[in-house]
Every structure is written in structure tokens, then in C-alpha cells.
């Protein structure tokens, strides 16, 4: 009886073969008045006991997503003559920024099964319950969110950008775009054998206003009244700065 | 310069804005209107949430028509009773304006009717006072005809006359009022301090000399605006102080060169340039409406 369940323990918890060894060029990225964006390398290597496996190449997949929201996109349509938003499809779920890069073609690193699993390429983190009625063609919504977003920068699909040396050490560069949300953004790392995810490893690189951009955003929402007047006055004040000032070099 | 604004959460360039601040801040000295109707829009272009920029754009009318107004102060050109009986209207009719504004929101395709609001406002003033300019200019050419003499209409049969010196008027203060509050309701659905229509109305409604209707307008805008920002710092918290820095340090000084250029200019010749800009503001958007945009989709933050 032992015996088996023993067998049975070591079948459905194979040894690690291979592991992930991660490093982050940083693991926070600070905010400030001059954020125009910001490079994060990540970089990492295989820890395995035995020699490396024959068969399939190993391959890697890095996926960084930040916080999710809730988003509504809406579609014009021609009604008596003028362009108006007609069609609405609330999402229920999508990152604010996304980005998946890969040692190869995401279609031939990973297989489907797996990418439904882990969610993945960008289609699969995108979270969408279904259309309301009278919509048959919903998927143009989520390919029109992807489209916009993938413009902005803000979605991006980076295959064949991680260099794999050996089989062992990769490093791979994301660029995150200036209008980043804050946030913990989720960095996940997959090796892969034939579309098979053979290990995961998890990070989360937090996104921080700082200084300044943290003073005012604090203060617009915990003292409302108060960074009301405070715009008020600065308003008031550089109307009569100015005014005086001309008034000056005229005279 | 790229700065990052805490509460709109875009990155943009500094000059960009202090640029765009300043050209709106010109054409609000001279014209006597805040500027919201040009600026507004802008901000939309270069990538501000519609939100923010509403709100913050309230709060930088306030900083360029303050400028303003004291210019036209030391000159004697506001009409301070006037001012005050339009600010009177003005603020109950941002009230109303406000409760209208969530009713519509509620029924949904507000922004469509916000943008069919721009185009026939702008359009029917924008067109009315191109001709009657035009019109005042043609006159003014021809030598020897007698100057217009001011109508007595129905306006001056109604009660509680009141006399407004600086303007030169004795009248009632119902319609100042109603001007008032009608402006106040367009300014809270619009998002616009509303003189490009209070304006002509103090000048055609009212009767009131051009050179006084600038000072008086901008007088009044300084109020509501402040009432707007207000409501929108503690409601929503849509105020970027950060944005408002950027387009008012353009804004008032491009208020005090406006002015200036405003003196030197004749009163036909400053209605027609205000008419012609209201009237390509207004085009643009009728394109916007009627042209196949080249992104038929557009993603909106909230849920539901």
C-alpha cells in the first residue's frame, strides 16, 4: 500500500528537470515628472542536474502584463448621416499593458492546450465573457482592443527577441511605453519543450509614482476640497504674476 | 521635454503645452473668451482622457481670464454690475446644466450630443456674426452714413430696470439673467466657459459696446470656471494641476499679448476673426460627424 502510493506521488510530481534562474535589471520602476518610459532586462538561466535532454529545443517565453481593468469599446456606425458610437462590447478583463516575447514563433514554442492553461499570448490574457445580444461579431472587438493598444505600444508581441545561449542563459529587453497605469506588473517566465511548459516562474516588477506625481495624486484623492483651492490659487496667482509682470515692462 | 502628468497618467512634451497655452491664451485676451472651445479639443488630440481635460481646462480658463480681466480692469472696460447680475445667471445655469449633463449620460451617447452641441452653437453664432460684421464693415466704409441708432424693442418694456453706467444701459435684469443662465447650462454640457456665446449675446441681446463686453465676459467666465473646477476636483478628480501649470504659464502671458493686440484692433474687425474661428472650430467637428473616421472602434475605461 505504501509502495504504491509512493509510485503514485513520484508520477504525478516529476522532478524538476529544469528550472528557471531569474535576474531583473530592476524590479521597480519609479515614476517621476520626467518618466518618458523605461527598459527592463531580464535576463536568466536553466538550473538542470543532468545533461541537457535530446529531442525538442528548449524555449523560452517572458510575459510582463499590468494591472487588469474592466473596458467597454465601442464601434460607429452611420445613422442619419453622422458617424455615432452604435455598437458596445463591455471586456471583462484586459491588461493595461502587455507584453510577450519569445525565443521563436509563440505558435511553435507553445501549443494551444498550454496557452489556454497559462493565458499567455495577448488573445488569451484578454478576459471575455461573451457579447450581448444582437453582436454576432464580437471578435472584431477584441481584435479592434488589441489593434489600438498594439499602436500605443501598449500590448506588444516580441517573438524571436530573447536570446537563448546554449540552452542554458537568455536575456531579453521590454520596453515599457511613458503612459504606463501603477501597479505590480506580472512577470512570468515559461520554458518550453515541444509546446509543453516544462516550468514557470513568477515576479512582480511594481510601478510607482514617486516624489511629486505621488504628492498630487494622493492629495487630488484623499483632500479633494483642499487641491481644488490649492489649483485655484496657482491659477488666480499667474494670472496676476503675469498681469503685473507686463504691467512692468511697459512701464 | 517630456513630463508626466500624475493625474492623466500620459506622458507629453512640455512645450508642446506651454505652445499650445499661449496661442489660446492670445486669441482669450483679444476675443474675451476662455479659450475652452479650442482648447479643449486640442487636449482630446494630443491624448488627454476627455475627463481630465474638461476639468483641467476649467481650471486654466480661470488662470488666463483672471489675467485678463485685471488688463481690462485698468482700463475701465468691465462692467462690474453687469458682471455680476450675468454671474448670478451663470451659476444656476451650470447647476442645471450639471443635473442635464448626468441625465444625458445616463441615456447614454453623450459625447454625440456634446459634439451636435459644438457644431450648431458654434455654427449659428459663428455665421450670424461673420455677416453682421461683414455687414458693420461695409457700412463703416461708406462715408457719410449716419451711425446705426440703438433700437427700443421689447426687451426695454420689461420690469426691474436696473442702470448699468459702464455699459451705458438702463434695462431690465431679466434678460441678462436668462443670458446668463443659458450660457451656464452650455458651459457644464459642453465643458466650455462659454463666452464665444456669451459675447454675441451681451452684444446683440444686450446691446452692449463691444469694448465693454470683453472685460464683462471674461469677468464672469472667472466664476464659473472656478465653480466647474471645483465640482470636478471633488466629484471625479479629473483635475491635473500638473497639465494646468503647463497651458496657464503660456496661457496668461499669451492673455496680456491678446489684450494688447485686442486695443489696437477695430471692434468689426475683432467679431469678424472671432466668426471666422468659431465657424473652422465648428467645421472640423461637422467633418469628424459626417466623414468615415479611419478608426471605426474606440475603447472607453468604464465597466459598464
Known amino acids: 500500500m505504501l509502495r504504491l502510493a509512493l509510485a503514485f506521488i513520484l508520477c504525478i510530481t516529476p522532478v524538476m528537470a529544469e528550472e528557471v534562474v531569474l535576474g531583473l535589471s530592476q524590479d521597480e520602476v519609479a515614476i517621476t515628472a520626467t518618466f518618458d518610459g523605461d527598459d527592463i532586462l531580464i535576463f536568466g538561466a536553466v538550473k538542470r542536474e543532468k545533461p541537457i535532454p535530446e529531442g525538442d529545443p528548449l524555449e523560452v517565453i517572458v510575459a510582463v502584463a499590468g494591472p487588469s481593468e474592466p473596458l467597454t469599446v465601442r464601434r460607429k456606425d452611420k445613422r442619419l448621416g453622422i458617424w455615432v458610437n452604435v455598437d458596445a462590447v ?7 499593458f502587455y507584453a510577450v516575447a519569445s525565443t521563436g514563433p509563440l505558435e511553435q514554442v507553445l501549443s494551444n492546450t498550454e496557452d489556454l492553461r497559462h493565458k499567455i499570448s495577448i488573445n488569451r490574457a484578454i478576459r471575455f465573457v461573451g457579447a450581448p445580444q444582437g453582436i454576432t461579431d464580437s471578435g472584431k472587438f477584441t481584435e479592434a482592443l488589441i489593434r489600438i493598444r498594439k499602436e500605443a505600444e501598449l500590448y506588444q508581441t516580441l517573438e524571436n527577441q530573447i536570446d537563448l545561449v546554449q540552452q542554458t ?29 516544462i516550468d514557470t516562474y513568477e515576479r512582480v516588477i ?40 507686463f504691467r512692468m515692462i511697459k512701464g | 521635454m517630456q513630463i508626466y502628468l ?42 488627454i482622457p476627455p475627463a481630465v481635460a474638461v476639468a483641467t481646462e476649467a481650471n486654466q480658463i480661470v488662470a488666463s481670464s483672471f489675467s485678463g480681466v485685471l488688463a481690462h480692469l485698468r482700463r475701465r472696460t468691465v462692467d462690474l454690475k453687469m458682471g455680476t447680475v450675468l454671474l448670478i445667471g451663470g451659476l444656476i445655469g451650470a447647476a442645471l446644466g450639471v443635473v442635464i449633463f448626468n441625465y444625458l449620460k445616463a441615456l447614454g451617447q453623450v459625447d454625440l450630443l456634446v459634439k451636435l452641441c459644438y457644431v450648431v452653437f458654434l455654427g449659428v453664432v459663428g455665421s450670424l456674426m461673420f455677416v453682421e460684421s461683414l455687414n458693420a464693415i461695409r457700412r463703416s ?12 424693442n421689447w426687451i426695454h418694456a420689461l420690469p426691474f430696470k436696473m442702470k448699468f453706467r459702464v455699459s451705458g444701459l438702463y434695462i431690465s435684469v431679466i434678460p441678462p439673467v436668462i443670458v446668463g443662465i443659458t450660457v451656464g447650462i452650455l458651459a ?13 449675446a451681451m452684444i446683440y441681446l444686450l446691446g452692449m459696446p463691444t469694448k465693454v463686453v470683453v472685460g464683462t465676459s471674461l469677468f464672469q467666465i472667472i466664476f464659473v470656471t472656478a465653480f466647474t473646477t471645483l465640482l470636478h476636483a471633488t466629484t ?52 469628424d460627424l459626417l466623414v468615415m473616421p479611419s478608426e471605426l472602434y474606440s475603447i472607453g475605461f468604464e465597466g459598464h
Not at chain 1, 506625481?213 to 483632500?223: Q, S, V
Not at chain 2, 466704409?141 to 427700443?152: E, I, L, T
Not at chain 2, 462659454?194 to 454675441?200: A, D, E, Q
Open chain 1, 169 to 197: 542563459l537568455f536575456r531579453t529587453q521590454i520596453n515599457m511605453p511613458a503612459n504606463l497605469v501603477e501597479g505590480g506588473y506580472k512577470t512570468r517566465i515559461f520554458l518550453t519543450r515541444a509546446g509543453e511548459v
Open chain 2, 188 to 200: 457644464a454640457i459642453m465643458g466650455v466657459g462659454g463666452g464665444f456665446i456669451m459675447v454675441p
Open chain 2, 236 to 287: 471625479n478628480f479629473t483635475v491635473d494641476v500638473m497639465l494646468a501649470v503647463l497651458l496657464l504659464l503660456g496661457g496668461v502671458i499669451g492673455a496680456q499679448i491678446g489684450t494688447q493686440i485686442g486695443v489696437k484692433m477695430k471692434a468689426e474687425q475683432l467679431r469678424i476673426l472671432l466668426a471666422i474661428m468659431v465657424l473652422a472650430v465648428c467645421g472640423k467637428l461637422a467633418f
Open chain 1, 206 to 245: 511594481d510601478v510607482r509614482k514617486v516624489g511629486l506625481e505621488r504628492w498630487l495624486y494622493n492629495m487630488a484623492h484623499e483632500r479633494p476640497l483642499l487641491y481644488g483651492l490649492m489649483s485655484l490659487a496657482i491659477a488666480i496667482a499667474a494670472g496676476w504674476g503675469a498681469s503685473a509682470a
Open chain 2, 141 to 152: 466704409k461708406r462715408p457719410g452714413a449716419a451711425p446705426k441708432r440703438k433700437k427700443h
Open chain 2, 6 to 47: 500624475p493625474i492623466a497618467e500620459v506622458s507629453v512634451n512640455a512645450f508642446l503645452l506651454l505652445g499650445l497655452g499661449g496661442i489660446v491664451g492670445i486669441l482669450s485676451g483679444m476675443f474675451g473668451v476662455g479659450g475652452g472651445f479650442l482648447m479643449t479639443p486640442l487636449l482630446f488630440f494630443i491624448g
Open chain 1, 90 to 96: 463591455v471586456i471583462d478583463e484586459a491588461p493595461s
